[in-house]
Nanobody, 114 residues
Framework: QLQLVESGGGLVQAGDSLRIACAAT????????VGWFRQAPGKEREFVAA????????RYAESVKGRFTISGDRSKNMAYLQMNSLKPEDQAVYYC???????WGQGTQVTVSS
């Protein structure tokens, strides 16, 4: 059974960068597609980015395109989200998810002060 644990969240200022990580245990994460989603208070969970292991394809929400970069490391069984030029509207709990499955992490809080 796959378990996902996010880390790396924190409090940053607008314009700063932050990298969050998703560690997988139980089995390999590098088979299908891993995604990052986020949920701000009072809002629905939304797609942020996805990485397809088979061909390293990346996909991004329009709101983060050009600022965020998703990546994966098979050797470490981990996925990452590099977030640059953070904005207050990026503030949310960020979740790692194996797309197409029921596996989600517990989330990591990203707070962006203006």
């Amino acid at each position: 059974q796959l378990q996902l644990v996010e880390s790396g969240g924190g409090l940053v200022q607008a314009g700063d960068s932050l990298r969050i990580a998703c560690a997988a245990t139980g089995r390999t994460l590098g088979t299908y597609t891993v995604g990052w989603f986020r949920q701000a208070p009072g809002k629905e969970r939304e797609f942020v980015a996805a990485f397809r292991w088979v061909d390293d394809m990346e996909r991004y929400a329009e709101s983060v395109k050009g600022r965020f970069t998703i990546s994966g490391d098979r050797s470490k069984n981990m996925a990452y989200l590099q977030m640059n030029s953070l904005k207050p509207e990026d503030q949310a709990v960020y979740y790692c998810h194996e797309v197409g499955s029921n596996y989600w992490g517990q989330g990591t809080q990203v707070t962006v002060s203006s």
